[in-house]
């Protein structure tokens, strides 16, 4: 399964707020993580099962969607949010990622 | 608390084979979970490589099967990735992750730092 990501960039001002895409190649039920990944780091786990934030995540992550497609919505963007974010599907083998947006400050 | 850390040479020679250690601390994998591994070449995405259980079922991606092995041994709580015939595109930085619930097919919620291992002779 394809999972395109878009946009590939997006400029936001602190505080603002970003909608990130996430379209699957075919339909991934509910079954669609996100994740952070800072400059030299990890990337660390958003948000499992498309809208399940996971433990010690803010609520300004908020995840939606199902089926194909599926948004990622971060709200007051905090300095330290400003990161690449992937999705990765778990419906079917092997297991697979988007290309990532980069959220970069405006 | 679980912490993961990846081990092994950061240089290896094209057609020769990558091995890489992820050493588990705070957990054991006897446990329960899948445990995995992931790389990232130079400013690129994520690609998933593979999934152990420590039973030693094995989940590989198709298109890197032929070419890996991952293995368990609980005995050190750790689990090993080989990668053959290397080439210069398996340049990347190498995670060893856990699986969230332990499903096999499942996100990733504890990560190792990573280990950049390059290809060139």
């Known amino acids: 399964i394809v999972l395109t990501q878009s946009p590939a960039t997006l400029s936001v001002s602190p505080g603002g707020s970003a909608t990130l895409s996430c379209r699957a190649s075919q339909s991934v039920t509910f079954y669609l993580a996100w994740y952070q990944q800072r400059p030299g780091q990890a990337p660390r786990l958003l948000i499992y099962?498309?809208?399940n934030r996971a433990t010690g995540i803010p609520a300004r992550f908020s995840g939606s969607g199902s089926g194909t497609d599926f948004t990622l919505t971060i709200s007051s963007l905090e300095p330290e949010d400003f990161a690449v974010y992937y999705c990765?599907?778990?419906?079917?083998?092997?297991?697979?990622f988007g290309g990532g947006t980069r959220v970069e400050i405006k | 608390q679980v912490q993961l850390q990846e081990s092994g040479p950061g240089l290896v020679n094209p057609s020769e084979t990558l091995s890489l250690n992820c050493s588990v601390s705070g957990y054991f994998i006897r446990s329960a979970y899948y445990w995995g591994w992931i790389r990232q070449p130079p400013g690129g995405g994520l690609e998933w490589i593979g999934n152990?259980?420590?039973?030693?079922?094995?989940y590989y991606n198709p298109s890197l099967k032929s070419r890996v092995t991952i293995s368990v041994d609980t005995s050190k709580n750790q689990f090993s990735l080989k990668l053959s015939s290397v080439t210069a595109a398996d340049t990347a930085v190498y995670y060893c992750?856990?699986?969230?619930?332990?499903?096999?097919?499942?996100?990733?919620?504890?990560w190792g730092p990573g280990t950049i291992v390059i290809v060139s002779s």
């Open positions: 152990i259980f420590h039973s030693g079922t094995t």
């Open positions: 990765q599907q778990r419906s079917s083998w092997p297991l697979t």
């Open positions: 099962d498309a809208s």
């Open positions: 992750a856990r699986d969230f619930r332990g499903f096999g097919n499942d996100a990733f919620s504890v």
